[in-house]
C-alpha cells in the first residue's frame, strides 16, 4: 500500500524551460510534505516543504503546490539548470512533521543543456 | 561542522549472516532515523531513536533492531539476513527541540548492503 505516490519514474527537459515533477498520495492524515533531491553516491538533501495549511510555499527557482482537496503535490522548477539533474523524492509526514518520512519512489529528472 | 557520517559504505555479507551498521549523527543532533532503499524505491522508515530509545518504528521485522549511544550514534543490526534485505540504509539526525522542518532533517550517504 504506496501511500506517497510518483507515477512518473523520469522526465526530461530543455535547459531553461519549466521541470514539473508530480505527487499524490492517499493518507489525509498528512500534514507535512517534503522534496527531496539525490545524486548518485550522496544521501538526499532537503529541498523545499510545503505544511497543509499552505497551497504554496516558493524558494527561489522552486516552488511547491499542495491541492489538499485532489491529494496532490507538485515541485516546479524554474529555469532548469543541468546541475537540477537528479533524482527527486516526494515525502511526507503527519504529526506536525515527523522525522518519520514516508516517500515515494523518485523521478529521475534530466535537464539537457 | 561533520554531517552524518555513516559506516561501512560498502559491505557484502552472506544470507543467514548478521550484520551491524553505525552512524554518527550531525553535531547538536539528538535523534537518528534508519531508512531502507531498495533498488528503484524511495527510502522505507525503519525506526527511530532518541534518548537511547526506540520511538517510533515502521513495517519491519524483529530481525532489524538498533540501539543509540549516549553519544548519540547510532547502530542498526540486521539478524539472519535474506536476499531482500540488500538495499541502501541511510541514517537521518535531526534536533528533536528545534521542531521538525525539512532543513532539520540531515540524511548520510548510506551503506550499501549486499547479500548473497
Known amino acids: 500500500d504506496q501511500q506517497v505516490k510518483q507515477n512518473s519514474p523520469s522526465l526530461s527537459v530543455q535547459e531553461g524551460r519549466i521541470s514539473i515533477l508530480n505527487c499524490d498520495y492517499t493518507n489525509s492524515m498528512f500534514d507535512y510534505f517534503l522534496w527531496y533531491k539525490k545524486y548518485p553516491a550522496e544521501g538526499p538533501t532537503f529541498l523545499i516543504s510545503?505544511?497543509?495549511?499552505?497551497d504554496k510555499n516558493e524558494d527561489g527557482r522552486f516552488t511547491v503546490f499542495l491541492n489538499k482537496s485532489a491529494k496532490h503535490l507538485s515541485l516546479h522548477i524554474v529555469p532548469s539548470q543541468p546541475g537540477d539533474s537528479a533524482v527527486y523524492f516526494c515525502a511526507a509526514s503527519n504529526q506536525g512533521g515527523s522525522e518519520k518520512l514516508v516517500f515515494g519512489k523518485g523521478m529521475k529528472l534530466t535537464v539537457n543543456p | 561542522d561533520a554531517g552524518v557520517t555513516q559506516s561501512p559504505t560498502h559491505l557484502i555479507k552472506t544470507r543467514g549472516q548478521q550484520v551491524t551498521l553505525r552512524c554518527s549523527p550531525k553535531s547538536g543532533h539528538d535523534t537518528v532515523s534508519w531508512y531502507q532503499q531498495a533498488l528503484g524505491q524511495g527510502p522505507q522508515f525503519i525506526f527511530q531513536y532518541y534518548e537511547e530509545e526506540e520511538r517510533q518504528r515502521g513495517n519491519f521485522p524483529d530481525r532489524f533492531s538498533g540501539h543509540q549511544f549516549p553519544n548519540y550514534s547510532s547502530e542498526l543490526n540486521v539478524n539472519a539476513l535474506l536476499l531482500g534485505d540488500s538495499a541502501l540504509y541511510l541514517c537521518?539526525?535531526?534536533?528533536?527541540?528545534?521542531?521538525?522542518?525539512?532543513?532539520?532533517?540531515?540524511f548520510g550517504e548510506g551503506s550499501w548492503l549486499t547479500v548473497v
Open positions: 537521518a539526525s535531526s534536533f528533536r527541540q528545534s521542531g521538525v522542518t525539512g532543513n532539520t532533517i540531515y
Open positions: 510545503i505544511s497543509s495549511i499552505k
